[in-house]
């Protein structure tokens, strides 16, 4: 078994993957617009690494509108032949069809965090099941990851790793 994500970024794999582990992974995100991104992100990741997607995170944010859901949603065939010409993102069709079909459902939801909010706490496998009921290229690692990631998942980091307690302090306040 490999190295844990947080004793990987202990030993220093990279300033990207510390800056990310250290200041957002596990956090609560605030806005319907952060989780769209994250969930986007997640799905880019899908055979590739992590390290890829930080390094093109601006290039996602600039294509994608700042992942505004309703400007996503929007999107045409105009804007996929755009996306899919994009050296600075993942350009890969079934990524970006999936991009704005779950941006379009996620305006039939309402809103995001009202959503997960609604249906927390959940084991992952319930988890799973919902995400691929209600979004389109969401397997099991893709909705571990982003919920791990946004902290509606507990386990993004070890009791031994300096965040972890940052992040349970959060996760309780966003819950009271």
Known sequence: MGLSYCAAVRR????????YHDTEYGFPLATDDELFERLILE????????????EKREGFRRAYHQFRIDQVA??????????????GIIRNRLKINAAIENARRLQTLGSFRKFLDSHAPRDRAAWTRLFKQTFVFTGGEIVNEFLLSTGYLPGAHGPDCPVYHRINDLTFARRR
């Open 12 to 19: 220093g794999v990279d300033a990207w993957n510390t800056q």
């Open 43 to 54: 799905i880019n990741q899908a055979g590739l690494s992590w390290l890829t997607i930080l």
């Open 74 to 87: 929007a999107y045409g065939d105009a804007d996929r032949a755009r996306l899919l010409a994009d050296p």
